[in-house]
């Protein structure tokens, strides 16, 4: 075969190109329900390309040919699009991250892009290490970053071991985020860059978005957020004007539990003291081509199409949940054996106020049945059980439709003892930091009738009456939680 020449390639690579980008241009002015459903997968794309296939297909393969050497020359050299390779990128990968850029932008004009990880963990890796780099001409210089100190407990883990104390990163922690001041008082010339969780899992901290990004760029410095508990159907920082958002795609974002995934969604030309016009540039792109291409973190073509498919009915999903939540919260506040719930729905909640700045049901001014902007507070929650450790693992033990599992974001309701499975490695001063009593369960209340899970949240409770619990171990102590004694 004649070789047509490398610009022959570019020259096509642009005309799809615009293609791609008018089509998106088309979905942006769409709803959310509908960016939902359809991402970036068009009927042309699927006539022309994936035999009219109305899903957008499960690409498996390993690698992309091409037509010469010519064409293989542009696209390795990045020249043209191209997916090469599925640790690098891959047509299915190409559809969940169009979709998830598109819904983090909802409702502003930004251009965002996404890169989608293996996992939650490997986004919040990929989103922070690009920053945590040593500049050559200040090698004695020691680098901090800010961030909330109620996190996840995995992300607790990556930024107390595997950054402050494998690499001597500094994580200089905001213990009450809802504090401007605390935030303003940690940072310096060698903070690169601010980072909170919101709501936090499990202990749903929360605080004033807008007053953090606004320091964080009065520093030079990006603001990133895990809205894992969130969604973009409750809350897209990018809007607000934050650099990064991380998802734990594994989470409510999809709720089918069908596999582990992740994603990093950044605007372009964000914010930051390092000198990378690249990475300033898009960020997004620049991470899943560059470093990712050399550390491998991303996410599986199946576990890519799983999410997409899932995460279609993310709206209405999350505001069944969060109904469905506040009834439980609810009741469970009214509860004998209940010494306190924390929901940021409940209005005694003391960052209800903030919480409700923030979590609105996007689009549920244009809903038949709402025709105003709601709040919606998703579906994690927590509560503490009179009695201590023992007690809450006696009502644990006790749930029969309520999952015993570390898991959240689910279509089934499941519960989980925090201080003794997520986050039982970071230590009894670690969990009094993030507020973590052994007594505390989380609960993420699924798609089932709230009557029955009332009911079986009901059953775990009774097995309480009548008895006493005498508390012998520190409340933070995970020990707690099988030391205390039942008294009968
Ligand atoms: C679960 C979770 C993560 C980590 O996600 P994985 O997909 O499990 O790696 C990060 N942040 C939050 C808030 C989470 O709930």
């Known amino acids: 075969m004649k070789s047509q020449g490398k610009n022959f390639y570019i020259e096509a690579a642009r005309r799809s190109a615009e293609w791609h980008r008018t089509n998106i241009e088309s979905m942006k002015r769409k709803k959310f329900d509908s960016i939902a459903v359809h991402g970036i997968y068009s009927m042309q794309e699927a006539l022309d390309f994936n035999q009219g ?5 499960i690409y498996m393969s390993t690698s992309q040919a091409y037509r010469d050497s010519d064409e293989m020359e542009a696209a390795l050299s990045y020249e043209i699009p191209t997916w090469c390779y599925s640790r690098i990128a891959n047509p299915s990968l190409y559809y969940l991250e169009g979709v998830l850029a598109l819904l983090e932008g909802y409702g502003a004009d930004i251009e965002a892009t996404c890169c989608a990880t293996a996992s939650g963990m490997g986004a919040i890796q990929s989103a922070v290490d690009p920053f945590l780099v040593v500049d050559l001409k200040k090698p004695d210089q020691k680098i901090n970053f800010v961030a909330t ?3 996840y407990g995995g992300t607790f883990q990556q930024f107390a071991i595997r950054k402050n104390q494998e690499k001597n990163i500094e994580w200089r922690k905001v213990v009450h985020s809802n504090d401007i001041d605390e935030w303003a008082s940690l940072i310096d010339e ?3 860059f601010l980072y909170g969780e919101m709501p936090s899992n499990p202990g749903q901290a929360f605080f004033d978005l807008e007053k953090v990004i606004e320091l964080a760029h009065q520093h030079g410095i990006p603001m990133i957020v895990d809205a894992t508990v969130a969604t973009p159907a409750l809350m897209r920082p990018l809007t607000l004007g934050a650099d990064i958002v991380v998802q734990s795609i594994s989470k409510t974002i999809t709720s089918g539990g069908f596999g582990i995934g992740g994603a990093v969604i950044a605007r372009k ?9 690249e990475m300033k540039a898009d960020f997004g792109t620049y991470i899943k081509l560059l470093p990712n291409r050399d550390n491998g973190p991303n996410i599986s073509p199946f576990n890519a199409i799983m999410a997409l498919n899932d995460l279609r009915t993310i709206r209405s999903k999350v505001d069944m949940f969060s109904r469905s939540t506040m009834r439980v919260a609810e009741y469970l506040s009214q509860h004998k054996h209940i010494e306190q719930v924390d929901y940021l729905g409940l209005k005694n909640h003391p960052l209800h106020e903030v919480a409700k700045k923030y979590l609105v049901l996007v689009d549920s001014e244009y809903d038949e049945q709402y025709g105003e902007k709601v709040n919606r507070y998703g579906h994690l929650m927590s509560f503490r059980v009179k009695g201590g450790g023992r007690a809450a693992r006696d009502v644990f033990d006790g749930f029969n439709m309520i999952w015993r599992a570390t898991d959240l974001g689910r279509i089934k309701s499941v519960a989980t003892i925090p201080a003794i499975s997520t986050h039982s490695q970071q230590g009894e001063e670690g969990r009094r930091l993030a507020d973590i009593p052994a007594s505390l369960i989380r609960l993420c209340v699924g798609g089932e009738h709230p009557d029955d899970i009332i009911a ?3 059953r775990g409770l009774s097995v309480l009456d009548g008895k006493k619990y005498f508390v012998t171990s520190p409340e933070f102590s995970a020990g707690g939680a099988s030391s ?5």
Request: hydrophobic letters at 30%.
């Open 456 to 458: 079986d949240l009901e």
């Open 53 to 57: 296939s109305i899903i957008e297909p």
């Open 269 to 277: 030309n964000l914010t930051t003291n390092i000198e990378n016009d």
């Open 190 to 192: 060698n903070t690169r």
């Open 149 to 151: 100190s109620q996190v």
């Open 484 to 488: 205390a004694t039942l008294i009968r």
